[in-house]
């Protein structure tokens, strides 16, 4: 029997959803629990991730109620670690290639979307970073996938992709919606530019990754959607 593992998230989370993607795809038994995070249980903090960030794992200890997290269980947090550790656990599920170099594109994968894609992005969407970075950020992560166009990296789904994904789902939203603190328009001006041919590899993977059945189990792009105009309201 493997050890109890817990994922403490939020289905609004575009963290949690990573960690969520890569324990499905790697077809991993855990016990997902909804964290409030607006009225944040005092058990959580004191007891699970004293930050009171989501996603957070316990691991190991008895298999207790999520309510009641034990002292014997290592908690784990920050999505892309939790990532690797997930990948460490599960050696045999491709979450993290065998082969040296290809785990390191994995790596190099992972910490250029955040870089490039996560912050530019969560900047653009506030108001505060500009519409070139997200392009060029783009524009960069489009350099490192494969030619296929399937996977960020080789032949085969890995933590690159886990958390890759709920970026671009949240890009989608943005191109599509408009939504964001940034000038009207941008949004829309941003998605047709992702149409066109200097794109084509960027668009590719993104269709290809938005399709599978993890990404739609785990993405509720209506919650998102109602979650963003609540919180990017334009002020002029
Ligand atoms: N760097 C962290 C970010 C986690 C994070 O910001 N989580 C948000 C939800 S998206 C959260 O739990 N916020 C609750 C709070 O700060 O009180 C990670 O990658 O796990």
Not at 170 to 199: C, H, M, N, S
């Amino acid at each position: 029997m493997p050890e109890q593992l817990t994922l403490y998230l939020h289905k609004l989370s575009p963290f949690s959803q990573k960690v969520e993607l890569a324990l499905i795809e790697a077809n991993a038994p855990y016990r997902g629990y909804h964290v409030d995070l607006v009225n944040k249980p005092e058990w959580f903090t004191s007891k699970v991730n004293p930050v009171g960030k989501v996603p957070t794992v316990t691991y190991g200890g008895p298999s207790v109620d999520p309510e009641e997290p034990s002292s014997l269980s290592a908690k784990i947090t920050e999505s892309n670690v939790i990532l690797e550790f997930l990948a460490d656990l599960y050696p045999d599920s491709g979450l993290l290639p065998k082969d040296p170099v290809s785990r390191a594109k994995v790596r190099f994968f992972i910490d250029a979307s955040t870089k490039h894609v996560e912050a530019p992005l969560h900047d653009f969407v506030r108001g505060d970073g500009s519409y070139e970075s997200v392009l060029k950020g783009i524009e960069f992560v489009q350099g490192l996938l494969e030619e296929s166009g399937d996977f960020a990296v080789g032949d085969h789904y890995t933590i690159a992709d886990a958390c890759i994904s709920p970026l671009l789902t949240r890009l989608k939203i943005i191109t599509e919606t408009d939504i964001g603190r940034f000038p009207v328009g941008l949004g829309f001006k941003l998605g047709e530019e992702l149409k066109g041919p200097k794109f084509t590899k960027f668009t590719k993977y993104v269709d290809q990754i938005l399709e599978r059945p993890s990404l739609k189990q785990t993405y509720d792009k209506e919650g998102v959607i109602t979650y963003f105009k609540t919180l990017f309201v334009r002020t002029q």
